[in-house]
């Protein structure tokens, strides 16, 4: 049971959630540009005030490690080690493309009416560049089914698994397959899923409880790829 403090920065959403005991006490997002260096600060000290909480009360930082955006990435990182450092709290990382993946199948099966559906897999995707995803495949219950890769997606992307087994494909960088998969009955497609802070807390939570903590001094983001200056915004 604990006070943890989430923060989100892989994407272009900028989001902090606080929660206590797993479950969520207060939550400041905003999507749509990369505003982390501007917004995070003030973020965090929002959801404090919403829960009537100090920050020196908390009793851990969790961050979503990667992969994604290198520059949010390295600026949810820094703060959270900043604060971790400061407060002397433990600091948990958090899998961005499994937690996104366990909140989405959750969703996906209230949506569906069903319970479990354990023939169904999970694909969350998060735009790289050009034709390229970040993205890795789960079952219902969050197990790895392969492995996370930087992924360029053309007709013969997931042809392997998708012959045998649905994939249900999310994240900002889904829309890159939507029209090369259009005629694959196995590949589905659910829209505006991103990335929050709210939906770390399971996760988080679990991590807090089995005291699997980061070293401050020397934990690095999960950038997958090296840095390439020149590219997109953010990237």
Avoid: W
């Avoid at 354990?118 to 969050?142: K, N, Q, T, W």
């Avoid at 994240?171 to 890159?176: P, V």
């Avoid at 020397?218 to 390439?228: A, H, M, T």
């Amino acid at each position: 049971m604990a006070l943890i403090l989430n923060i989100e920065t892989a994407t272009t959403v900028c989001s902090v959630s606080l929660a206590k005991d797993g479950k969520l006490l207060s939550l400041k997002e905003q999507n749509g540009d990369y505003s982390h260096a501007e917004n995070l600060t003030v973020f965090i000290e929002d959801v404090c005030k919403q829960a009537n909480i100090k920050l020196s009360q908390i009793d851990a930082i969790a961050v979503s490690k990667g992969p994604g955006s290198y520059t949010g990435l390295r600026i949810g990182v820094s703060t959270t080690k900043g604060l971790c450092y400061s407060l002397d709290k433990p600091l948990i990382a958090v899998d961005t493309l499994k937690y996104l993946s366990i909140a989405t199948s959750t969703f996906y099966v209230t949506l569906s009416g069903v319970e479990g559906r354990p023939s169904d897999l999970f694909c969350p995707m998060l735009d790289a560049r050009r034709m390229e995803v970040y993205c890795s495949i789960y079952d219902f219950h969050g197990n790895v089914i392969r492995e996370t890769s930087a992924e360029i997606i053309d007709e013969h992307s997931f042809s392997d698994i998708l012959k045998t087994n649905k994939i249900v494909f999310f994240g900002d960088g889904a829309s890159k397959c939507k029209e090369t998969f259009s005629k694959n009955s196995n590949a589905i497609f659910i829209d505006n899923v991103v990335p929050s802070a709210k939906d770390m807390i399971t996760l988080s939570e679990q991590a807090y409880n089995a005291k699997q903590f980061e070293d401050v001094a020397y934990f690095e983001p999960y950038y997958l790829k090296d840095f390439v200056a020149g590219k997109k915004k953010g990237e």
